[in-house]
C-alpha cells in the first residue's frame, strides 16, 4: 500500500491492454467502513429507536402503537398503546426554534380530532364518543371537566383539527392559524424591516414567473448542449458574438430601464407603496446596471486578449462533439448520479433522525418528561455517521468522474469505431465496479479527510462568530481559503488519476503520479487548450444565465408597481447557473479526459509504422497549429508540423 512507489520509474503506458483490480486493500476499508454504517443504522432498529422515529411516541417513553415496558421511575410508562397510534401534543404551537423541537407535553391517542374542540365539555364528548383520551392518562374523561389540574394536564383550548402526517403518525394542526405566536413574531420582524417585507412579497408576486424561467434555464442548457454536439465548428464564433451581444446588449437595457424607472419615480403619480417599491427597484437597478457594466469590460478586455486563441478551439469542440455522437447517453451521468446522491441522503437523514431518538431513556427531574440519551462510546456514532456522509458522497461523485472517463478512453483508444462497445457506458461501469472501486474509495478519502477539517473550523467559526477578536478572524478565514483551495486542487488531481487508472489499470498513487507527470511535461500545450476551453464552457454558462436574466427583466418589468427584483432575478440567475453548470460539466470533464489522452498519445507514438496516433487529425492539427504560434519565434515548430503531418491510422 506505499503511495508513489518509486521501484517503477518509468514504464511505457499500455491503454486497454491490461486490467487487474487496483488499490484492493482501500476497497477493503471502504467495505469495513460501509459495514460500520450498516452497523450504526442497526443500532436504532435494534433498540427501537426506528420504531419510535415512525410511530412516534410520548413524554413518558411509550412507543405509540405497541406494547411498553416500563421505564424506572416514571409511572405513566409501560403502558399498551396498541389501541393508541397517534401522537397528540397538548399545546402543537409550543414550539423552540433553537432545539427544533416542540415544548409540549405527547400523548398516544387512538384518534386525531378532525373538528375543533372549544370546550372542555368538547374534549370529554369526544372521548367518551371515540374513545381517544386527549387529556393525561391519570384523568378520567368524566373528570376533564373538573380535575383540579386540567390547565396543565389537558390540551390548550381551542383545539385545532388534525391530521397524521404519512408515516410519522402526527396529529399535526391543519389550521396555520393554530402557530398563531409564531406567525405573529415572525410577522413583527417583518414589518419592523420594511424592505424585507416588500422584498419577500416580491417574491410571492413573481413565483409563477420564477417558476417559468427556471424551466427557461434547463431547456436553454439542453439546447446548448445539443448545438455543442452538431454544430462544434461554428459554436465559438456563435458563442463569442452572443456574449459581446448579449452583455453589451443586457448592459443598455438596465441602464435604460434604471433611468425609465427613474423617471417614473420623479413623476410623484404614484401611492406611498408604491413609491417605495419603485425607490427600491431604481436602486437595485442601478447596482445590477453598474455590476454589468463592470462585468462587460472585463468579459470584452478578456476576449480581446484571447481572439487568437478563440479560433484554435473549434478543433478541440469538433472532436469532443465526436465523443458525444457516439456517447450520447454522457449528458444523462448527471441525472444519475444525483438520483444515487438524494437516495444516499435521504437514507442518511433517516438514520440521524434514528440516532437522536436512540439511547436510554432518563427522567428528566424538571419536567417529569422522558428523553432518549445515548451515553459512553455510543455517543460517537453520529460522528462517524457525519464522516460516512462526506466519504460516501464523494465515492458517488468519483464514480461518475471515472464513469465518464473510462468511456472516453474507450472511445480514444479505439481505431475503429465501429468496433466500440454496444454500450460503452455502462461497460465502463462495469469495469469500474470490478476492476477500480478501490481507487475510488482511496481517491475520495483524500478528498474528505481535507474537507472535514474545513467543515470544522467553518463550524467553529459560525459559534465563535462576533466574540473572536480580528487576529482570530483573519486566521479561520485564510484557513478555510487554504483548505478550499488545496481541496479544488486534489479535486483536479483526482479527476486526472482516475482517467490514468481507466488508461492503463494502475493504482490510485502511481496514476496521480504519472498523470502529474505528463501533464507536466505538456504544461505549454495543456494549459492553451485547458484555457481556452474552460473559457469558451464559461461563456456558454454565461450565455444561459444572461438569457435567462434577460427573459427575468422583461418579464418583471410588467409588475413593476407590486415587485421588487432583487431576490427574484438573484434566485432566477442561480438556478439558471446551476442547471447550466450540471450539464456544460459533463462536457468539461470529457474535456479534461480528452487533454491527458492526448497527451499519452503524442508522448508514446510518433505515427511510425507500430505506433501510430490514437487521436483525431483535427485534434493534431489544432495542437500543433498552437504549438506552431507560440514557438514560431524560437524555430521550434517544426516538431509539431511533423507530428500533424503523420495523422491518425484510422
Request: one cysteine or more; a positive charge; charged letters at 15%.
Amino acid at each position: 500500500m506505499g503511495c508513489c512507489s518509486s521501484a517503477e520509474v518509468k514504464r511505457d503506458w499500455k491503454p486497454l491492454e491490461e486490467r487487474c483490480c487496483t488499490d484492493v486493500p482501500w476497497l477493503i476499508v471502504f467495505l469495513l467502513f460501509c459495514i460500520g454504517m450498516v452497523c450504526v443504522c442497526a443500532y436504532p432498529i435494534a433498540t427501537g429507536a426506528t420504531s419510535r422515529l415512525i410511530s412516534g411516541y410520548d413524554s413518558y417513553g411509550n412507543t405509540c402503537g405497541q406494547n411498553n415496558s416500563r421505564v424506572e421511575g416514571v409511572a405513566l410508562s409501560g403502558r399498551d398503546m396498541r389501541e393508541n397510534r397517534y401522537v397528540f401534543f397538548l399545546d402543537p404551537c409550543n414550539l423552540d426554534l433553537i432545539n427544533r423541537k416542540i415544548k409540549s407535553v405527547a400523548l398516544c391517542v387512538s384518534k386525531c380530532p378532525s373538528a375543533e374542540l372549544k370546550t372542555l365539555s368538547d374534549l370529554k364528548n369526544f372521548a367518551l364518543n371515540n374513545g381517544s383520551h386527549l387529556c393525561s392518562y391519570d384523568v378520567s374523561p368524566t373528570r376533564y371537566t373538573s380535575h383540579s389540574e386540567r390547565s396543565t394536564k389537558c390540551p390548550k383550548l381551542p383545539v385545532p383539527p388534525s391530521k397524521s402526517v404519512p408515516l410519522l403518525r402526527r396529529c399535526v394542526p391543519v389550521d396555520i392559524g393554530c402557530y398563531a405566536e409564531f406567525a405573529q413574531s415572525f410577522i413583527t420582524f417583518v414589518s419592523d424591516n420594511s424592505v424585507l417585507r416588500r422584498v419577500i412579497a416580491g417574491v410571492m408576486a413573481s413565483k409563477e414567473i420564477i417558476m417559468g424561467l427556471c424551466v427557461l434555464a434547463l431547456v436553454l442548457s439542453l439546447i446548448m448542449m445539443v448545438v455543442i454536439r452538431y454544430i462544434s465548428i461554428v459554436l465559438v464564433w456563435i458563442l463569442t458574438v452572443l456574449v459581446i451581444i448579449g452583455s453589451i446588449g443586457g448592459t443598455g437595457v438596465l441602464w435604460w430601464l434604471y433611468a425609465d424607472h427613474r423617471k417614473a419615480l420623479d413623476n410623484n403619480s404614484l401611492s406611498v407603496f408604491g413609491k417605495e417599491v419603485a425607490s427600491d427597484n431604481v436602486t437595485a437597478l442601478l447596482v445590477y446596471a453598474i455590476v454589468a457594466t463592470i462585468f462587460t469590460v472585463v468579459l470584452l478586455l478578456l476576449m480581446f486578449f484571447m481572439r487568437r486563441r478563440v479560433a484554435l478551439t473549434i478543433s478541440l469542440f469538433h472532436v469532443a462533439g465526436q465523443v458525444f455522437t457516439h456517447l450520447p447517453l454522457l449528458a444523462l451521468q448527471p441525472f444519475w448520479t444525483f438520483l444515487c446522491l438524494l437516495l444516499f441522503w435521504v437514507y442518511w437523514v433517516t438514520v440521524l433522525l434514528s440516532l437522536g431518538v436512540s439511547g436510554t431513556p432518563v427522567k428528566n427531574n424538571s419536567t417529569g418528561e422522558v428523553e432518549y440519551q445515548m451515553q459512553g462510546p455510543l455517543q460517537y456514532l453520529v460522528w462517524y455517521h457525519a464522516v460516512g456522509l462526506i466519504w460516501v458522497n464523494e465515492f458517488i461523485l468519483a464514480f461518475q468522474q471515472m464513469t465518464i472517463a473510462g468511456a472516453v478512453v474507450t472511445y480514444y483508444f479505439t481505431r475503429n469505431k465501429s468496433q466500440l462497445p454496444v454500450t460503452p457506458i455502462l461497460s465502463s461501469m462495469a469495469r469500474t465496479i470490478r476492476y477500480h472501486l478501490g481507487t475510488l474509495a482511496k481517491g475520495s478519502f483524500i478528498i474528505t479527510l481535507v474537507k472535514i477539517p474545513r467543515l470544522i473550523i467553518m463550524y467553529v467559526h459560525s459559534q465563535l462568530k462576533g466574540k473572536e477578536n480580528a487576529c482570530a478572524r483573519c486566521v479561520l478565514k485564510a484557513c478555510v481559503c487554504c483548505l478550499w483551495c488545496l481541496e479544488r486542487c486534489l479535486a483536479y488531481l483526482n479527476q486526472n488519476a482516475y482517467a490514468a487508472t481507466a488508461i492503463n489499470s494502475t493504482d490510485f498513487c502511481t496514476s496521480a503520479r504519472d498523470a502529474f507527470l505528463i501533464l507536466v511535461e505538456n504544461a505549454l500545450r495543456v494549459a492553451a487548450i485547458n484555457t481556452v476551453g474552460d473559457f469558451v464552457l464559461f461563456l456558454a454558462k454565461v450565455l444561459v444565465v444572461s438569457c435567462t436574466a434577460f427573459a427575468g427583466v422583461l418579464a418583471l418589468n410588467y409588475q413593476r408597481e407590486y415587485t421588487v427584483w432583487v431576490l427574484p432575478l438573484l434566485i432566477i440567475g442561480l438556478f439558471s447557473f446551476l442547471v447550466a453548470h450540471t450539464f456544460l460539466s459533463v462536457f468539461e470533464n470529457v474535456v479534461d479526459v480528452l487533454f491527458l489522452c492526448f497527451a499519452v498519445d503524442s508522448k508514446y507514438n510518433d505515427g511510425s509504422p507500430g505506433r501510430e496516433f490514437y487521436m483525431d487529425k483535427a485534434l493534431m492539427e489544432f495542437v500543433a497549429s498552437s504549438k506552431k504560434s507560440a514557438w514560431s519565434a524560437d524555430g521550434d515548430g517544426r516538431e509539431m508540423k511533423s507530428m500533424a503531418s503523420g495523422g491518425p491510422s484510422a
